[in-house]
């Protein structure tokens, strides 16, 4: 079975702090993705990452980067989270033209 | 420009009646694959169907069929006899190209509640 581990299921930071969200996957997938998920918004796209040290902006970069530098990680980093950061965050991993795996989800509240 | 509309927020179904959850694209590409995903209360992402801009047949998995009408540029989930577990979020997605570097975009979703 794929595997997509997210490292906390629930957060809760302060503003101003340097958030790391973790997502590690097990099936050698290219392809790695993060979400956000707001009600009424779905999923929008923050970065996805196509190979080790690479990575795209999605639709809504402002305010988060990432990092990936083993294949099989792919980190979000909110470099001073802000109270219209608290979301649920999904990552997921795809090998190229197929489905995506999702992981279970952190929800981050930004205190 | 929103490149997967989903029209439906909110749907409630009979039990045992067919469902359609409706969604359309918008793509300048010529390859590129559609996605249903079920997302229960309980928040997993479960991949529930595929269809490929080349397939010529409709993807049907189980009680889950994709009405692929490619000119519409229309992607339309069928469930046939619904049954209460069905009751879920359900996300259209889409992914553009055949390139390593593409991304998948999501709709904003359709709550579908099966009544008993």
């Known amino acids: 079975d794929v595997k997509v581990t997210q490292s906390s299921r629930y957060l809760v930071k302060r503003t101003g702090e340097k958030v790391f969200l973790e997502c590690v996957q097990d099936?050698?997938?290219?392809?790695m993705f993060w979400y956000r998920q707001d009600p009424g918004l779905g999923l929008r796209l923050i970065y996805f990452?196509?190979?080790?040290?690479?990575?795209e902006k999605g639709d809504i970069p402002e305010g988060y980067s990432v990092s990936r530098e083993k294949k099989e990680r792919f980190s979000l980093i909110l470099e001073s989270a802000s109270t219209n950061q608290t979301s649920m965050y999904l990552c997921?991993?795809?090998?190229?033209?197929?489905?995506?795996?999702f992981g279970q989800g952190t929800r981050l509240t930004v205190v | 420009a929103q490149k997967i509309t989903q029209t439906q927020p909110g749907m409630f179904v009979q039990e045992k009646e067919a469902v359609t959850l409706d969604c359309t694209y918008d793509?300048?590409?010529?390859?590129?694959?559609l996605f249903w995903y079920k997302q229960p209360s309980s928040g997993e992402m479960i991949f529930l169907i595929y269809q490929g801009s080349y397939d010529e047949q409709n993807a049907t998995e189980g009680r889950y069929s994709l009405n692929f009408q490619k000119a519409r540029k229309s992607a339309n989930l069928v469930i046939s006899a619904s049954q209460l577990g069905d009751s879920a979020m359900y996300f259209c997605?889409?992914?553009?190209?055949?390139?390593?570097?593409?991304?998948?975009?999501f709709g904003k979703g359709t709550r579908l509640h099966i009544l008993p």
């Open positions: 099936m050698d997938h290219e392809n």
């Open positions: 793509t300048s590409d010529q390859s590129y694959g």
């Open positions: 990452s196509y190979d080790v040290k690479m990575k």
């Open positions: 997921a991993s795809s090998f190229k033209n197929t489905e995506a795996f």
């Open positions: 997605a889409m992914r553009e190209g055949l390139n390593r570097d593409d991304k998948i975009i």
